[in-house]
């Protein structure tokens, strides 16, 4: 199979569930090579997204397209190339993972003893497991049990990688671990990462689309979308009483706890009044202005 990294193109795709839940839209996107992240609240739409995307499930309306492979019509294309780590994904406790590993290999279609040997080598010392390949998977914590998810949707060089809220309730060292790890994969095929930490896109992420209620609410490259607030956003220490009050007479984008007080930040393209200072935006400042129809919403692209 010709390995040329190819995009992914989503056209007009909306998911209505049994029970009147409008998941998706209207979905269009365009995703080229490299690491693509899709942030959302929970809720928002993106796992079923992904689940359309990994063959789980079809739209009710709309055409995904992974270079030449109709996605909805040639499902068993894009299985051979696909790689999915799931939300929620279970493991069998009592087998290690190098058993686990070459396991999956089979199902993947690697019937040669020796090339699941080498398979199995080579992807447990990408993920750093390699030392731990005799443990069972039982005593594994969660950071190892994402990089060993991760080990298992790489078999067979997919062209197109899907994971879903991937560090969530990983502690700060396994996130970093794991979000190296993915760094590291983003070269050779799309690779999509749903989720709703800011920092996990901002860190990785050279492009990004915003989702909420099943619709794009953004699409854009985050230092774009960045770069484009600059002199947007304001913040202002205040008393948590007061907080009310501000957002009545300010768009107030979010607000934090620091040191007892209420840290605000605004969104406004002129000096709000007294008391405010202008900040550097970041993409969790994209992120709630778009949330908040600020920026956005209208689907325009940010300097793409």
């Known amino acids: 199979m010709d390995n040329h990294p190819v995009g992914l193109t989503i056209r007009n795709v909306s998911k209505t569930y049994p029970n009147g839940v409008e998941a998706l839209n209207n979905i269009s996107l365009d995703i080229p090579p490299g690491m693509y992240g899709l942030l959302g609240p929970n809720g928002a739409g993106k796992s079923t997204l992904m689940r359309t995307l990994a063959t789980l499930q079809e739209p009710d309306e709309g055409q995904l397209f992974l270079g030449d492979i109709d996605m909805v019509n040639q499902k068993d294309a894009v299985r051979q190339t696909l790689g999915y780590l799931p939300q929620e994904f279970g493991v069998y406790p009592k087998a290690t993972a190098e058993s686990l590993l070459d396991y999956f290999a089979v199902l993947k279609g690697i019937t040669s003893r020796a090339a699941r040997k080498e398979t199995t080598e080579v992807l447990l010392k990408q993920t750093n497991l ?173 300097a793409r």
């Open 130 to 302: 390699w030392d731990k390949r005799k443990q069972k998977l039982g005593g594994y914590s969660g950071g190892m049990r994402q990089r060993f998810g991760v080990a298992v949707a790489l078999l067979g060089n997919p062209r197109l990688l899907i994971v879903d809220e991937p560090t969530a309730g990983l502690d700060p060292a396994e996130r970093v671990r794991f979000l190296n790890l993915l760094s590291e994969l983003g070269e050779a095929s799309v690779v999509i990462l749903s989720t709703h930490i800011v920092d996990d896109v901002s860190e990785l992420c050279t492009n990004m689309a915003i989702i909420n209620q099943g619709q794009i609410l953004l699409e854009a490259q985050p230092l774009s979308a960045v770069a484009a607030l600059k002199g947007h956003i304001w913040r202002k220490l205040t008393d948590k009483q007061d907080l009310h009050a501000l957002k009545q007479a300010h768009p107030v984008i979010s607000a934090k706890l620091l040191s007892g007080r209420t840290l605000a930040h605004v969104y406004n393209p002129e000096m709000p009044g007294n008391g405010f200072e202008l900040v550097e935006p970041n993409l969790e400042d994209v992120y709630f202005s778009t949330m908040a129809g600020h920026i956005g919403n209208q689907k325009r692209e940010i």
